[in-house]
Structures are given as structure tokens and as C-alpha cells.
């Protein structure tokens, strides 16, 4: 498994700014992804952003809107751009060390005003 | 059309009792199978994996599940559940041949609530 934190836990965004989410690993890690849970929904697969090459979105998200990171193997950071109230979700990033199972940090909830 | 299903949303158990939750998948091959918790506020919790082979899974926190091909199943159970158990479920699956990835598909959840 791994240990998986995330900043902030949370936060309040007025609308049209923008925050950025840091997702750090306790080890090296290929493979990490950013999903995008809505307020009592399932989660929805955002990005996968691998080390040393371009994230790939999923269908409906892009990159203009959430800009991905991945600087090393340990740390990501996600950025939810010009934020409006339909942006307010809990934000998860993950990682499969073993390249199958995914492990999950604590989550970012957003809440856009 | 590929999907996964959770029939039940939400659940009630008396505590003591024991649980199964459903979860239906639609694929042309056996994805692998996840089973996954979230208590309140909190992140994601690996609870037990299915890739092949024998077809009852042990995982944590007292679960099992039981892989059945011909229903494409994969429930999750529990003896007796606690007071602690409430909280949210989810079944997941990687599709096989998910283009080069590991694309994690989640159903809609269940929510487990737990009666004194």
C-alpha cells in the first residue's frame, strides 16, 4: 500500500479564482490519479498523470480547466481553474504502486461561493 | 453498455446482523474487482481484490466476497456487522484491456446505515 496525504483538506473558493491541490506519496509511484467526487455522487475519473509525460483527461474534463503537475514520483498537484459553485466536489488523488489496486488520500472538499 | 451496478443506495442493518451488498458488473471479459469504503469525511479505503482465482475473497475489517461468473457478481458480506460499519460502499473494476491503464470504474455506492 502507500500513505497518501493531501492540502489543503479543505477550503472555501469565491467564484472565478482558483486553487491548486498537492497530493504527496510516501514512496515512488508510477501511476497517480486525480478523481472528482460531487455531493452525494460516485467518483469520476478526472486525469491519470504519470511521471515524465502529459496527463491524459478523461472524457468531459480538460486541461484548461484542471491543469495536473507531476514534477517527481512522489508529489502531484491538481488546480481547479476559475472555479463556480458547480465546481464544489470533494477532490481525491490515488496511486497503484503494484500497477492494479489504487489507494486513496484523506480527499480536498471544495466548496465555491 | 459496460457498467457497474449497485442496486441497494442505501441499507439499514441492526447491529449484530449479518450484511451483503450487491454489485453487478457488465463486461465482455472479468475486470478485476474492488471492493471500497469511505466513512464519513474521510478518504477511500481498500476493503478487499478479486483478480482470479479462488472465488471467495478475504479482505479486512471482517469482509468477504464472493466472485460469481455466471451472475457477473461480485457482494460483499459481513456475519455481523458493528456500529462502526456504517458508512459508504463502493464496488469498483479496471476493466481488462482498459487501454494501457489502470481505469478504476466505480458504481453509484451504498450506504450503509447501522441500527443499535
Known amino acids: 500500500s502507500a500513505v497518501i496525504s493531501q492540502k489543503p483538506s479543505r477550503d472555501i473558493c469565491q467564484r472565478g479564482t482558483s486553487l491548486t491541490i498537492q497530493c504527496q506519496v510516501d514512496?515512488?509511484?508510477?501511476?497517480m490519479f486525480w478523481y472528482r467526487q460531487q455531493p452525494g455522487q460516485s467518483l469520476t475519473l478526472i486525469a491519470t498523470?504519470?511521471?515524465?509525460?502529459?496527463?491524459?483527461?478523461e472524457s468531459g474534463f480538460v486541461i484548461d480547466k484542471f491543469p495536473i503537475s507531476r514534477p517527481n514520483l512522489t508529489f502531484s498537484t491538481l488546480t481547479v481553474s476559475n472555479m463556480s459553485p458547480e465546481d464544489s466536489s470533494i477532490y481525491l488523488c490515488?496511486?497503484?504502486?503494484?500497477?492494479?489496486?489504487?489507494?486513496f488520500g484523506p480527499g480536498t472538499r471544495l466548496t465555491v461561493t | 453498455a459496460q457498467s457497474v451496478t449497485q442496486p441497494d443506495i442505501h441499507i439499514t442493518v441492526s447491529e449484530g446482523a449479518s450484511l451483503e451488498l450487491r454489485c453487478n458488473y457488465s463486461?465482455?471479459?472479468?475486470?478485476?474487482l474492488f471492493w471500497y469504503v469511505q466513512s464519513p469525511g474521510q478518504g477511500l479505503q481498500l476493503l478487499l481484490k478479486y483478480f482470479s482465482g479462488d472465488t471467495l475473497v478475504q479482505g479486512i475489517k471482517g469482509f468477504e466476497a464472493e466472485f460469481k461468473r455466471s451472475q457477473s457478481s461480485f457482494n460483499l458480506r459481513k456475519p455481523s456487522v458493528h456500529w462502526s460499519d456504517a458508512a459508504e460502499y463502493f464496488c469498483a473494476v479496471v476493466p481488462l484491456f482498459s487501454g494501457g491503464y489502470n481505469k478504476l470504474i466505480f458504481g453509484a455506492g451504498t450506504r450503509l446505515a447501522v441500527h443499535p
Open positions: 498523470a504519470n511521471q515524465g509525460s502529459e496527463a491524459t483527461y
Open positions: 490515488s496511486v497503484a504502486p503494484t500497477g492494479t489496486e489504487q489507494y
Open positions: 514512496s515512488q509511484v508510477t501511476m
Open positions: 463486461y465482455g471479459a472479468t475486470p478485476y
